[in-house]
T-cell receptor, first 116, second 112 residues
Framework: DAGITQSPRHKVTETGTPVTLRCHQT?????MYWYRQDPGHGLRLIHY???????DKGEVSDGYSVSRSKTEDFLLTLESATSSQTSVYFC???????????????FGAGSRLTVL | KNQVEQSPQSLIILEGKNCTLQ??????????LRWYKQDTGRGPVSLTI?????NTKSNGRYTATLDADTKQSSLHITASQLSDSASYIC???????????FGAGTTVTVRA
């Protein structure tokens, strides 16, 4: 998937436990994003980053935090997982923040999280 | 509120047949519209991108159309193959805004 690796690909955890998902890119793109995908919904933006240590909230950021200490890594943390956070999480990257023309939003393969 | 509605939610077609997927949007001001294909268990992959001035764009057996006046787009799949079985997602960008509006997708199943 175009130089994007997500880990773990599958995780089952219990309510109240912390969870961290990792996104690693080899494209040296400035922008990185975390989305969640749920049945019947379009992809929804959780958080995004526009550079090392520069992050901002998306439309569904409650209960999630992110960190980006290196260009290539973007971490998504659920401090205390809840059943409503059961979802498939996708990391994406882009060269610039305006998605147009040749600036494609490229996605990872996804991380399926189940919170029991 | 910017919205993207796709129809149908799902469809089943026989191998070799054609099908058309619809996307209606209310995103304004419009910048571009992109169709993505998402195979089961994989991330979405871009198929086509269309800007305001483009009416039709093809990528192999996939042809996208755009009517910016009525804010509608369609994705036509010609001579479907089993490998076309996937979810197709319509994504719309607003001019000057980093945020994207995603449709919920249309799941296409091609049967032999």
């Amino acid at each position: 998937d175009a130089g994007i690796t997500q880990s773990p690909r599958h995780k089952v955890t219990e309510t109240g436990t912390p969870v961290t998902l990792r996104c690693h890119q080899t494209e040296n793109h400035r922008y990185m994003y975390w989305y969640r995908q749920d049945p019947g919904h379009g992809l929804r933006l959780i958080h995004y980053s526009y550079g090392v240590k520069d992050t901002d909230k998306g439309e569904v950021s409650d209960g999630y935090s992110v960190s980006r200490s290196k260009t290539e890594d973007f971490l998504l943390t659920l401090e205390s997982a809840t059943s409503s956070q059961t979802s498939v999480y996708f990391c994406a990257i882009s060269e610039s923040g305006t998605i147009s023309g040749a600036n494609v939003l490229t996605f990872g393969a996804g991380s399926r999280l189940t919170v029991l | 509120k910017n919205q993207v509605e796709q129809s149908p939610q799902s469809l089943i077609i026989l191998e070799g047949k054609n099908c058309t997927l619809q996307c209606n949007y209310t995103v304004s001001p419009f910048s571009n519209l992109r169709w993505y294909k998402q195979d089961t268990g994989r991330g979405p992959v871009s198929l086509t991108i269309m800007t305001f001035s483009e009416n039709t764009k093809s990528n192999g057996r996939y042809t996208a159309t755009l009517d910016a006046d009525t804010k509608q787009s369609s994705l036509h799949i010609t001579a479907s193959q089993l490998s076309d079985s996937a979810s197709y997602i319509c994504v719309v960008s607003a001019r000057g805004d980093y945020k994207l509006s995603f449709g919920a997708g249309t799941t296409v199943t091609v049967r032999a």
